[in-house]
């Protein structure tokens, strides 16, 4: 800064020295103005202390200012200047402090046309003797123009730079292209002579051999044949070719090398011009295709094997359109159905489906359609052309184009009628077990089996497919006690027949079953009456109890001309169980009169007491007997169904356990042996068999609990709780005395079924999951409670509404009383129950119980 202001005060000091003379000084203003004018420059000055500016009349006119004026401080000059362009005069003028020197390029807004205007301003700090700033000389120009030139030069150099880096880019991209084909790329000039360009890409061709040869060289060392087998000959080389103009697209060849081996290429081919399309030389491209011509025979081979597979499949198979037409099949699908290939094509595959499956069907090619990688499965029935229905298990594929687009379902249908034959066998033996266990529990507590068995029977003769039901009760002549299915003059006419009258007579008189087949062509002379019915096939069971017959129980149809041995055998059980609970109804109208005739005894000893003392006392005698009798009777029925109830246990688990297991094995044993499209259905056979012989031993189990031949009755009711929680829920607490033991065997199954039924009545009619149970003594007695804290019931209605819940409780306090026993029962709406069962722990002596 100190050299600045020295060179300034020799400047000073010179034009102090140096006086001009008045003219020559002019002239020197005048040559100036001239050098600026020319320039395009403008002088200005401007007092840093004052901030004022002396502008010159061509800076006014460079800013579009009126006069100088406008410009008279460094406020106006700073209006005119770009507000981001400030900072950098300011630089300039900090800058001109240290070294004496001035620079600046800014931008104006001129006010005159409001052009925005690049200024060069250039000058010089002079400073006073004292060092203080003082002014800043100097010239202005408009750089406007130089500066748009700059721009656009920067502009084009910008685009220059970026279209060399994309002709460089493109140029490496275009030789990593070339680097990277597969194929052979070769080159040759006029005079013919090959060079591979792509030779590092391709040299496990073993094509080096060939580098710098003609045509004609090549040649020599390889053996090419057309595509029929015959030689190429030379001049159709198609390097040769285009040289001579013409263009080769897409030939075959086959090449045999010196070696032996043969190679399938395929050629393509076009001449090299200069700009005045002179043939400078020809280009061809040769891709090796012998993978792709092995891949094509590969193809053949496996559509050849597709289509025999196809056409000789054990199982149907169907091309499907995503409409849901058939557009091809094959032989066994045509067998399966019943019509020709030609019959079916075009067809849509829901004319000829089951109305009740085609939303399952439906549902199967959306699940194919929209989750193409998983095989849709499903079951429906096709209709076959005599009208039948055949049930198939279809597996669904979608079948896609290249590019991913649907084109159709392929469907394989394999006739799976005999699984579910199987499988309606399997549940119609489930159900008829079911149902003979239910019909035995009902009779057994029923005290008004003509109503029950009523209602038994149309379940019967739903699962047999009849449509006629009787039921007589046999003395002298048959009395109708049961029917279902017949007209009131039917019935009027079978009310009292004589047993030499119709079949049921004969069964009634030989206690043997009698199966009439073919009813309408029968000659049977008693067959008569059921022939004038309509009946197409009859069979009639005796009702024996006791080795009595008490009764026949019939079926009937008008659908058929016979029963199967399965249908037969049903009706038999159902016969078995009907007896049962028939003679029981029996042994109770004998008790009954029983009871009527001791009160009549009682009532002529009181008449007579003081008269016929010792009449009385033979009458009282002979009244205790009876009822030995009638305890006797109690227990033999006791005794003799549970004997029953075990002997249908000993049925179910030595007869149709074993042969479940046994098909169950033979069924493990086949899967072992089947193919693999055959296990998922002999497993789900296998599956179903497990079910049955599940429901086979729990029908067991509640016929005949194994428990009620254990040691004790407390034994048994600890089971019986855990039973009822793990089979119906109900939580039984429970309070039981192991030493508390029914002398009578039959007394102790009498208990126990009694607790069981209560237990039952809890699970049904309560409304609660908890009950408890307690087992002890009183006075000698043994004292069963149940208890539960449910909706309860008022005990006075048992009398009026036993076709309820009360219907058990009436007959558990019936053979209790029996047995020397009660139950007492303490309920009311709202409070729960309590039911206790008071039985003598030893045998009551007969009559004891009056």
């Known amino acids: 800064m100190k050299n600045s202001r020295s060179r300034s005060n020799d400047i000073k000091n010179e034009e102090v020295s140096s006086p001009m003379p008045e003219a020559a000084l002019r002239e020197s203003q005048e040559r100036l103005a001239l050098a600026l004018d020319a320039g395009q420059q403008a002088p200005w000055e401007i007092d840093l202390e004052t901030e004022t500016v002396v502008p010159s009349e061509r800076l006014c006119r460079m800013f579009g200012v009126p006069n100088a004026d ?14 981001e362009d400030q900072g950098r005069i300011q630089e300039a003028i900090n800058s001109a402090a240290i070294d004496g020197e001035y620079q600046v390029e800014f931008r104006i807004r001129r006010p005159s046309d409001n052009q925005v205007r690049w200024i060069a301003s250039r000058g010089r700090l002079l400073c006073q003797e004292d060092i203080r700033l003082r002014r800043l000389i100097g010239i202005a120009a408009d750089i406007t123009e130089r500066k748009e030139a700059e721009e656009r030069i920067r502009r084009l150099n910008e685009d220059l730079a970026r279209r060399n880096a994309e002709l460089d880019a493109e140029r490496k991209r275009w030789k990593r292209v070339v680097e990277g084909i597969a194929d052979e790329v070769w080159v040759c000039d006029a005079q013919g002579r090959m060079s591979l360009v ?70 393509s081919s076009a001449p090299i011009r200069d700009a005045s399309s002179a043939i400078v030389g020809a280009v061809a491209v040769v891709r090796d295709i012998t993978e792709h011509k092995q891949t094509e025979d590969a193809l053949r081979e496996s559509e050849e094997r597709f289509r025999a597979t196809f056409e000789q499949a054990g199982s149907g198979i169907a091309h499907v359109s995503l409409e849901g037409r058939v557009l091809r099949v ?91 034959q199987a499988e309606e066998d399997l549940q119609r033996s489930s159900r008829r077990f079911s149902l003979l266990a239910w019909t035995s529990n009902q009779l057994l507590l029923t005290r ?50 004589d047993r030499d009258r119709n079949i049921c007579g004969a069964v009634a008189e030989t206690g043997q079953a009698a199966v009439v087949e073919h009813v309408q062509q029968s000659l049977e002379p008693r067959a008569g009456l059921i022939k004038s019915w309509g009946l197409r096939a009859f069979a009639c069971y005796p009702l024996a109890y006791r080795e009595k017959t008490i009764g026949t129980l019939a079926f009937g149809t008008f659908s058929r001309d016979s029963f199967n041995s399965d249908e037969t055998a049903l009706m038999e059980s159902f016969a078995n169980q009907v007896a049962i609970a028939m003679g029981r109804r029996l042994v109770e109208e004998e008790l009954v009169r029983a009871h009527a005739t001791e009160r009549e005894y009682a009532a002529e000893l009181e008449r007579r007491v003081q008269q016929r003392t010792l009449q009385l006392k033979r009458a009282y005698e002979e009244i205790r007997q009876r009822k030995g009798v009638l305890e006797s009777l109690t227990r033999e029925l006791t005794d003799a169904e549970h004997k029953e109830r075990r002997r249908m246990a000993e049925l179910l688990h030595d007869g149709l356990q074993q042969l479940l297991v046994g098909v169950q094995l033979s069924t493990k044993i086949l899967t072992t042996k089947a193919r693999e499209d055959q296990k998922p259905e002999l497993r789900r056979i296998s599956e179903l068999l497990t079910e049955a012989i599940e429901a086979s031993r729990t ?23 855990g039973q009822m929680e793990q089979k ?21 199954i009498l208990l126990f079924n009694a607790v069981r039924e209560l237990l039952f009545n809890v699970v049904k009619h309560a409304g609660t999951r908890d009950a408890r149970l307690e087992l002890g003594t009183a006075s000698g007695d043994l004292i069963i409670q149940v208890a539960d804290s449910g909706i309860g019931f008022n005990p006075g209605d048992l009398s009026t509404n036993q076709g309820k819940s009360g219907f058990g409780l009436f007959s558990i306090s019936e053979r209790l009383t029996l047995f020397g026993g009660r139950l007492e029962i303490q309920s009311s709406p709202g409070r729960g129950v309590l039911c206790r069962l008071v039985a003598p722990r030893a045998p009551a002596q007969p009559g004891s119980y009056l």
């Open 448 to 497: 008004k089996p003509a109503d029950t068995l009523r209602e038994l029977s149309r379940q019967a003769m739903s699962e047999l497919g009849c449509e006629i039901f009787l039921s007589f009760l046999a003395d002298d002549k048959l009395h109708l006690h049961s029917h279902f299915g017949l007209a009131p003059e039917q019935v009027s006419a079978v009310e009292s027949v």
């Open 330 to 420: 094959n032989s066994a699908l045509c067998e399966m159905l019943g019509l020709s290939e030609a019959e079916l094509l075009g067809i849509n595959c829901e004319e000829i489906s089951h109305p009740e499956d085609l939303r399952a069907d439906r549902e199967a090619l959306r699940a194919a359609l929209e989750e193409p990688s998983r095989a849709a499965r499903s079951e429906k029935r096709y209709q076959r052309k005599d009208g039948g229905y055949v049930w198939a298990a279809l597996t669904t594929t979608l079948r896609r184009d290249p590019c991913g687009r649907p084109l159709y379902f392929i469907r394989v249908i394999e006739n799976i009628d005999w699984r579910k």
């Open 699 to 721: 029908l067991t189990y509640d016929l005949c609990p194994p428990v009620l031949s254990g040691p004790g009755l407390a034994s048994a009711f600890v089971w019986l709780a």
């Open 728 to 748: 119906h829920a109900l939580k039984v607490a429970h309070d039981i005395r192991e030493d508390v033991e029914p002398s009578e065997e039959s007394a102790k």
């Open 70 to 83: 406008a410009l008279r401080t460094r406020a106006d000059w700073r209006v005119l200047v770009l507000e």
């Open 198 to 267: 792509n030779l590092p890409a391709v040299t496990h061709m073993g094509l080096e051999e060939f580098e710098d040869r003609s045509p004609e060289e090549a040649h020599e060392q390889t053996e090419i044949l057309t595509p029929d087998g015959q030689p190429r000959p030379l001049e159709r080389a198609p390097l040769l070719r285009s040289l001579r103009g013409e263009t080769v697209r897409g030939e075959e060849i086959m090449r045999h090398r010196v070696t032996g081996r043969t190679r399938w290429r395929q050629y």
